[in-house]
C-alpha cells in the first residue's frame, strides 16, 4: 500500500507539474508582442527578462561587468552578485523559449533585441563574451560571409563598447549600439552598427508634459529620418516616463522607446495600436 501510495503521489505531481507548464505556455502565447518596448535597467525589476517578457517587451537592457572570466549583471559594482549572471538571468530562459516557440522568443513573434552595456573594460569584456555566446549561436543572429543572418535573439552591446575589434571580425554573435557621431560619420554599415542611442536631455528641453515646441519636432524627424536613410533605429534613453512623451515618440518613429515603467507602457502602446484598428 505505502508502495502504491507512494507512485500516486509521484504519478499526482507529475500531472501538477505539466498543468502548471501547460497554463504557462498558454500565458506566455497570450502575451502581444511590442516590438518597439525596450526596458531600460532591466535587472532592477523584481523578476529580471521575465517582468518584460510578460509585458511583451522585444528589448530588454542589461549592465554587466566582467568577473574573475563572468559577466555578471549589475548597474554599480558594489551590487554585485554571484548569483546574477549574463547567463542565468538572460541567455538561459532565452535559449528556452527560443527553442519552445520555434526559433521564436514569442510564438511567431518579432525579432528580439539583448542590449548589453559594458561598464568594464570593452575589449576584454567582449572577449568574455564572445566566448559565452558560442553556447547560444542556435538563437543568436550573426554576421558572416554571407551578411546578417537574423535569428530569434539579436545582441547588441553599449556603455563601453569595443567598435573598433567587432569591425575586424569576419564572423561575429554581436553588433554595436551608435552615438549620433557614428551616424554623422556613416563609415559603420548597419551590419555593425544598427543602433544609434543618445541622451534625450543633451539634446531635447521638452520633458513630455504640454506640448512639445515645432523646432524639437523638426529636429527629431531630421534625427529619425537620417537614422532611417541609413538602415538604422533610434532610440533615446533618460526620457520622460509619461504617455504624451510615449505617443509622440512612437507617432514620430522612434523605433525603441525607453523605460523603467514596464506596464504603464504596455497600456499606451497597447491603446495606440487599438484604435488605429
Known sequence: MERQSLSRWILGMLCLSLLVDCQLALLQAQVTPLDRAHAHNDYAHQRPLLDALDAGFCSVEADVYLVDGDLWVAHDREDLKSTRRLTNLYLDPLLQRARNYGGRIYPDGPEFHLMIDFKSEAEETYRALRNVLKDYQEMLTEFGSDGVQKKAVTIVISGNRPTELLASETHRL??????????????????????ISENWMDHFVWNGRGTMTEGEEVKLKHIIGKAHEQGR???????????????????????FINTDRLKRLRSILLEIESSKN
Open 174 to 195: 554581436a553588433f554595436i549600439d551608435g552615438r549620433f557621431k557614428d551616424m554623422d560619420d556613416n563609415k559603420a554599415a548597419p551590419d555593425l552598427i544598427p543602433w
Open 233 to 255: 533605429k533610434i532610440r533615446f534613453w533618460s526620457t520622460p516616463e509619461t504617455g504624451a512623451f510615449w505617443r509622440k515618440a512612437h507617432g514620430m518613429g522612434v523605433d
